[in-house]
């Protein structure tokens, strides 16, 4: 089955298009025109397998904040978008990803009901041009467009760059794992019978 999901959204503040495929290579074409966010995205795709375009055209003249939240949303469509019924998914996800004195943990639901648990603490305002308080606003926007309980926690880190590197890295790790097949899974792993 192909797992692949396109969604363009346009508003006054963004335009941007999103091409996802679950079951990539870690391939990726990402400008979303603020570097740091580029690469955390390039990351995410890298490490969790997924290919991955992003193409965003924001009002970066305002601040990021539009580029990033919407960009989250746009991505969380997708990711719902490309699983389509559920069937056959682990669901479940979770991972510890330690990168140099930091260990973040992400765990992640794909239950259909959004929720997200963020607990990571930064001492800077911004990395390069990437305001450090959007990290939360992208899962909050990924988590809520997906259907997607999501919970991420820092355990231990210093350095921003590595904070937030962490947690794009373990939640890519995360939903590798929520998204892949399981043989004994035959229909959806719920006794509701749906997701």
């Known amino acids: 089955m ?14 941007i ?26 990351s995410f795709a890298k490490h969790g397998f997924f290919d991955l375009t992003v193409q965003v055209k924001g009002d970066l003249e305002v601040d990021c ?3 990033i939240e919407d960009t989250g949303i746009v991505l969380g469509e997708a ?7 559920k069937k056959g998914i682990r669901r479940y996800g979770s991972f510890a990803l330690p990168m140099d004195e930091t260990l973040v943990l992400t765990a992640l639901d794909l239950s259909g009901r959004p929720y997200l648990c963020f607990d990571a603490d930064f001492t800077v305002d911004k990395v390069g041009e990437f ?3 959007m990290v939360r606003e992208f899962f909050y926007a990924i988590s809520y467009s997906s259907g997607m309980n999501l919970h991420i926690r820092q355990l231990a880190g210093q350095n921003n760059h590595h904070i937030i590197e962490a947690i794009f890295k373990s939640f890519a790790k995360a939903l590798d794992e929520a998204v892949g097949y399981d043989p004994r899974i035959t229909d959806v ?6 997701l």
């Open 2 to 15: 192909d797992r692949t999901a396109s969604i363009s959204r346009t508003t006054s503040e963004t335009d």
């Open 17 to 42: 298009a999103v091409t996802l495929n679950l079951d990539g290579s870690g391939r990726s074409d990402i400008d979303t025109g603020i570097g740091f966010f580029d690469h955390m995205l390039r």
């Open 65 to 67: 904040h539009h580029t």
């Open 79 to 85: 990711i719902k978008k490309a699983l389509d019924d």
């Open 131 to 133: 305001d450090t308080e």
């Open 189 to 194: 792993l719920s006794t509701k019978g749906t």
